[in-house]
């Protein structure tokens, strides 16, 4: 196989030709029984069309992390009429992390001492 750093010092090396060459050879066997040849119109040409089309679909890239959108408007009222007790969740909201996790060990022995024991 061919290593990813010898096939960078090829194409280095193959970017030094004349852009008038259509085949450059960058290597060959020792008996030159094999050669790897690149053919540059091509190369060139799907150098071109990948740039064209980085550039004109995804534009420049950003620096930095993608800001998080801010939650749709109307989001509490859709959950209202699905179902969700939007009381409930503003009333948790208040407690501190400590009232939480002691409501949240509450609930657990709670659904635990319910729960049917199985034999």
Do not use: C, W
Not at 39 to 63: E, H, I, Q, V
Not at 84 to 104: C, I, N, Y
């Amino acid at each position: 196989g061919l290593t990813l750093f010898r096939a960078a010092s090829l194409a280095d090396e193959a970017m030094k030709h004349p852009t008038s060459e259509r085949t450059v050879v960058v290597g060959r066997s020792e008996n030159e029984s094999a050669a790897v040849s690149i053919d540059m119109a091509r190369f060139y040409s799907t150098y071109a069309a990948a740039l064209s089309a980085a550039l004109d679909l995804g534009g420049a890239r950003r620096r930095g992390r993608r800001s998080i959108r801010p939650a749709k408007k109307g989001a509490l009222e859709r959950a209202a009429r699905y179902g969700v007790d939007t009381d409930l969740l503003r009333a948790g909201l208040h407690l501190s992390p400590r009232k939480r996790l002691e409501q949240l060990d509450e609930n657990a022995a709670f659904i635990k001492a319910i729960r049917p024991v199985r034999s």
